[in-house]
């Protein structure tokens, strides 16, 4: 760019001027240095309006599904042709370049289980994933399912792989996998299995990672540990029998008398781009430290970090160990010393009746734990809701990432709050494949319909973080404070810049018993990103 500009300037004389004369070529330099300063303005002006440009279109709706729930569970993931979504609970896909759905309506999310009669799938509930293994150019449909039989509880965890990257296909079929759970969730002292939730879910060159909270559901579903299991994903995508998960659980062992757990909902490091981590890498997990549950502190300075040593030969030689990570020092979304748990503080637009405040779910990390392989470094990207506002609870996003090719430690984090008035929150961050940082996120406030931002910004040279409008609510949600639970910022592994995300937002507010929720799935790419 600099050559050309250079050559444009001084290849030639601008007409009207006679370089004979030294008054002439006076004014002939000053001319030049403004065409100069105006060519570098039109062309940075391009520049910055390349990587300001946006285009949305609308995802799944809760009009489109049979009964929808007030937990919308929005996430997806962009594959080489289609972008695909999930909604609680229910998966649409969409044409990558004219955004036309791949179904005529949102599909049942028990429906490839179905097809293969894998009947203990046909209780697949909320907390589903898709994904697209990008090593594999597979899509992953995974959620939990629930069957209930004399009173007792069965979990399992249901995984769909597709047989080809075209949801379109005519050949497009679905493995489907079942992984009884119970036996690795534990037992409260009523003889009944910890619930199962939030299940993350990345992918990894050995394995699929999948983690879960432990619940404890007598006693108000109070988080009590984790479990974290490996599935053959070398097996899986064939459509081959996979060897039995391996799985870890902290505390170890699962008591029956749980207390409360503080460093719960571990995300995985999950593969962004097309190269593979270096051959024998240790898969590693992210999790919150929560402060602690005195009633008075409301700050933490740790994170843990979770490295999952798998070796399929010898099952016995798997670890699973956790280590901190000192970070700067933040305060959890919403905190509430007095009510843990309890992360309800973002405020909705004053025309709502209610006033009603949403979940902002500040006391955990959001998912993706995006991971790119750069050849020379390794970087790995994680997001959450944390307190900016000093007398109030004002939110925004803290992001962090780690570097290092052996135990991953803190290379760099900042905080996504560019003004005093906005509530930013439910996150999820990704890089392109020139290392710059894309968070998606909800915005709302007293005078703000609850809607959707990015911000970007390079992981090599740090500045003030760009924030873009992806799109405006026109409602709030007045009848519930659940929002969301996570939303979904991914890369298209086809030209490694171009970031696509999805969240919730209302066209119009949400009263009584009404649900109408709407999703907004939208994509940009940072015009100096240079496609593969």
Not at 206 to 220: E, H, M, T
Not at 255 to 274: E, Q
Request: with cysteine; net charge negative; glycine share 8%.
């Amino acid at each position: 760019m600099g050559l050309l500009l250079n050559n444009a300037v001084t290849s030639a004389p601008l007409p009207g001027v006679n370089v004979s004369s030294a008054k002439a070529n006076l004014r002939l330099a000053r001319t030049q240095v403004i065409y100069t300063k105006v060519i570098l303005f039109w062309l940075l002006a391009s520049c910055w309006s390349l990587g300001q440009t946006v285009k949305t279109f609308e995802g799944i709706d809760a009009s489109q599904v049979a009964h929808p729930e007030y937990d919308v569970d929005p996430n997806g993931a962009v594959g080489t042709k289609q972008y695909m979504e999930w909604t609680n609970v229910n998966y649409q896909a969409f044409d990558k370049v004219t955004f036309a759905p791949v179904w005529s309506v949102p599909q049942a999310g028990t429906l490839p289980f179905q097809k293969n009669d894998m009947t203990d799938c046909y209780g697949v509930g909320g907390d589903g994933v898709i994904t697209f293994d990008r090593l594999a150019s597979r899509w992953i449909i995974a959620a939990r399912s629930t069957v209930v039989s004399n009173n007792y509880s069965s979990y399992y965890y249901c995984v769909a792989i597709s047989s080809t990257d075209d949801l379109t296909s005519s050949t497009l079929d679905w493995y489907t996998y079942e992984f009884s759970m119970n036996s690795v969730l534990g037992e409260n002292s009523k003889g009944n299995a910890y619930w199962p939730d939030w299940p993350r879910f990345g992918t990894w060159s050995d394995a699929y990672y999948v983690s879960f909270d432990l619940n404890d559901v007598n006693n108000d579903y109070q988080q009590i540990g984790v479990v974290v299991c490996a599935l053959d994903r070398t097996n899986m995508v064939t459509g081959s029998t996979p060897r039995p998960m391996q799985c870890f659980s902290d505390p170890d062992p699962i008591p029956t008398h749980g207390t409360l757990y503080l460093k719960h909902s571990l995300i995985p490091a999950d593969v962004n781009g097309t190269n593979s981590p270096p051959a024998g890498r240790d898969e590693y997990l992210i999790s919150i430290q929560n402060p602690p549950n005195n009633g008075k502190t409301t700050t933490s300075n740790t994170l843990n970090l979770w490295d999952f040593h798998l070796d399929w030969t010898t099952p016995a030689n798997s670890t699973f160990t956790n280590s901190k990570l000192s970070v700067p020092t933040y305060t959890p979304g919403c905190y509430n010393p007095k009510a843990y748990g309890v992360t309800w503080c973002v405020p909705e637009s004053t025309t709502a009746v209610t006033h009603n405040r949403i979940d902002s779910v500040g006391d955990r990390l959001m998912p993706r734990m995006d991971y790119r392989n750069f050849g020379t470094y390794e970087s790995f990207l994680v997001s959450h809701t944390v307190q900016t506002g000093v007398t109030n609870l004002q939110t925004g996003v803290r992001w962090y990432e780690l570097r290092g090719s052996g135990l991953p430690t803190l290379y760099q984090s900042g905080t996504i709050n560019p003004d005093s008035r906005l509530f930013r929150f439910m996150p999820s961050i990704a890089q392109d494949r020139d290392g710059h940082a894309a968070a998606g996120y909800n915005v709302s406030s007293g005078s703000t319909h609850p809607g959707i931002r990015t911000s970007w910004f390079s992981l090599r040279n740090p500045g003030t973080p760009k924030e873009l409008v992806i799109f405006n609510g026109a409602g709030d949600e007045e009848n519930s404070n659940r929002w969301g639970d996570y939303s979904s910022m991914t890369v298209d592994p086809s030209d490694g810049c171009t970031f696509w995300y999805v969240t919730q937002y209302f066209a119009q507010n949400q009263t009584g018993t009404g649900i109408n929720w709407n999703t907004r799935i939208g994509n940009f790419k940072i015009s100096s990103c240079i496609p593969k």
